[in-house]
C-alpha cells in the first residue's frame, strides 16, 4: 500500500502489517481466514497441488503444527485436526467407510458415536453390528460380513472400564485387510499408543485431556501411514481408483499415506468441521504437558479408586487399575505410567444416593465432562446413559447408584476429604 498517499479507511485495513521474522518460541497463531499468495504462479500451484496455504479450512500453519505434535505423541505418521472429537470421529468414519458398507463396532462407546453409526450414518447406507464382548476375538470374527470394511472400538471404555485388547482385535480386522480406528481419548498417548499395537487409526476428542484445561473443544485423527493397496484396495475403491476425470489416485498419490491424505482433502475440509487456530493453539499447548498432568492424574484416579473400594457405602468401583477389575491384567500389557483417571463406582443406596451426592460435592464439580485439570462428576443413569435401555445399561456396567468419576490434578488428600465429607453428610448409605 502507498501509506503517504492513503486515505482513513485504507490505512485502518492496510496500514502496519509488514512482515517480521522474529521467530516465535510459542506455536504463532495463524488466526486468519486466508493467505496472501506470493504470485500469480504459487496460487495455481496450491489449487493444483495443495502445495502451500491458501485457505485456513484446508490448512492453517498453527493446526498443521499441532498436527505435527499429536502425531508425533501418537506414534503416527499424520494427523488431521477437527472441530471436535465427534467430528474427529465422523471423518475418520467416512474417510474408512461409504453407502453399503458395515462397521464392526464394540457396545462399549461414546454414546454421541453410537448415535452417529445409528442414526446419521446409517441414513448415508452404513450398516453397525456392535460386539458385547470385546475381549473376544471371535465374537469380532464373527460379526464380519463380505461388506465389512473397518472395525471401530474405545482403547478404554466408559463406564465398565473395558481395557482393549488392541493387538488381538486388529489382528482379526487384518485377516480381511480391514483397519481398527481407535477412539483413545480415555487413555491419552501418554498411556497407550495403539498404533504401536497395530490399530491404523486413533481419534481423539482433543477437548479431553489433550487440551486438558477445559476451554477448547477439538479432535484429531492419527493415522499410522501404513495403508497398502494390494492388501485392503477392495475396501477402499475412493483411495485406490482413479479421481474425478481420470486424476491419479490417492493411493497413487500419497501411497501409504493415502487414507490420511483422503481424510485432510476430501471428509474434512468438504464436511467443513474446522477448527478454530486459536483452539489448535490451546490444544498444542495444552498437550505439551499432556504427561505431567495424566501421570498426576492416574496417581491420583488409583488413590481415590481404592479409597472407596473400602468404603462401606460403596458397593463396587469399575476401575482397571484395581487387581479386582476383570481387565487388569489387559491394562497391565497396555498401559504405561497409570490407569488413566476416569472411572464410575456404585453407591448401595441407589439413586437417592447418587442425588445427594451430586449435591453434596465440593471440590468435584457437577458436569458433563472428562479429562479436565479438575475433578468432575456425573451421573450416567440420568445423562449421558439416559438413551439406553435397562437391560443396555446393565450391561454396560450403569446401575441407579453408578456416578462416574474424572479425576483431576488437585491434592488427593483434597478429594479424599471432600468423598468423606459427602459420603457422611449425604448419608448415601440410607435407601431413600
Ligand atoms: C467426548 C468424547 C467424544 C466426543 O468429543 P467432543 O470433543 O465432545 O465432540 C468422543 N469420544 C469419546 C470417548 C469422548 O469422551
Redesign the pocket.
Known amino acids: 500500500m502507498p501509506a503517504n498517499t492513503a486515505r482513513f479507511a485504507t490505512k485502518a485495513v492496510h496500514a502496519g502489517r509488514e512482515r517480521t521474522a522474529a521467530r516465535s518460541r510459542a506455536t504463532p497463531i495463524y488466526l486468519t481466514a486466508g493467505f496472501e499468495f506470493d504470485d500469480f504462479d504459487q496460487a495455481a500451484d496450491h489449487f493444483g497441488t495443495g502445495s502451500g496455504y491458501g485457505y485456513t479450512r484446508s490448512g492453517n500453519p498453527t493446526v498443521r503444527a499441532v498436527e505435527h505434535q499429536l502425531a508425533a505423541l501418537e506414534s503416527g505418521a499424520d494427523a488431521v485436526l477437527l472441530g471436535?472429537?465427534?467430528?474427529?470421529?465422523a471423518t475418520a468414519l467416512l474417510t474408512v467407510a461409504g453407502g453399503g458398507d458395515h462397521i464392526v463396532c464394540s457396545t462399549h462407546?461414546?454414546e454421541?458415536?453410537r448415535g452417529l453409526l445409528l442414526d446419521s450414518l446409517a441414513r448415508l447406507g452404513v450398516e453397525t453390528t456392535f460386539v458385547d464382548d470385546i475381549a473376544d476375538p471371535d465374537a469380532w470374527r464373527a460379526a464380519i460380513t463380505p461388506r465389512t470394511t473397518a472395525f471401530f472400538a474405545?482403547s478404554i471404555a466408559?463406564a465398565r472400564n473395558d481395557i482393549l485388547d488392541v493387538r488381538a482385535v486388529s489382528d482379526v480386522a487384518a485377516e480381511i485387510g480391514a483397519p481398527l480406528v481407535v477412539?483413545s481419548?480415555?487413555a491419552t498417548p501418554f498411556l497407550l499408543r495403539p498404533l504401536e499395537h497395530g490399530a491404523a487409526i486413533v481419534?481423539?476428542?482433543?477437548?479431553?485431556f489433550l487440551a486438558g484445561q477445559g476451554s477448547v473443544?477439538?479432535?484429531v485423527i492419527v493415522d499410522d501411514g501404513r495403508f497398502d493397496a494390494a492388501r485392503s484396495g477392495h475396501l477402499a475403491p475412493h483411495l485406490v481408483l482413479p479421481g474425478r476425470n481420470g486424476a491419479p489416485s490417492f493411493a497413487e498419490r500419497h501411497g501409504g499415506l493415502a487414507r490420511i491424505a483422503y481424510a485432510r482433502e476430501t471428509i474434512a475440509p468438504r464436511f467443513g468441521a474446522t477448527p478454530s487456530p486459536l483452539n489448535a493453539f490451546l490444544i498444542g499447548q495444552g498437550a505439551e504437558t499432556l504427561g505431567l498432568r495424566v501421570e498426576r492424574q492416574s496417581q491420583n484416579a488409583l488413590a481415590v479408586a481404592r479409597w472407596l473400594n473400602a468404603h462401606d457405602a460403596v458397593e463396587s468401583v469399575d476401575y482397571a487399575g484395581l487387581e479386582s477389575h476383570p481387565h487388569h491384567a489387559l491394562a497391565e500389557q497396555y498401559l504405561q505410567g497409570g490407569y488413566g483417571s476416569i472411572f464410575t463406582f456404585t453407591l448401595r443406596g441407589g439413586l437417592a444416593a447418587a442425588r445427594r451426592f451430586v449435591e453434596a460435592v465440593q471440590v468435584f464439580t457437577h458436569m458433563t465432562?472428562?479429562?479436565d485439570v479438575r475433578s468432575l462428576v456425573l451421573h450416567p443413569g440420568t445423562t449421558s446413559h439416559s438413551q439406553r435401555t435397562d437391560d443396555e445399561r446393565a450391561a454396560l456396567g450403569v446401575a441407579e447408584g453408578t456416578l462416574r468419576l474424572s479425576i483431576g490434578i488437585e491434592d488427593v488428600a483434597d478429594l479424599l476429604e471432600d468423598l468423606e465429607r459427602t459420603l457422611a453428610v449425604a448419608d448415601v448409605r440410607a435407601e431413600a
Request: charged share 10%; no cysteine; glycine share 18%.
Open positions: 471436535s472429537g465427534q467430528a474427529a470421529v462407546i461414546y454421541g458415536t474405545e466408559n477412539d481419548t480415555l481419534v481423539h476428542s482433543a477437548s479431553k473443544l477439538g479432535g465432562h472428562i479429562g
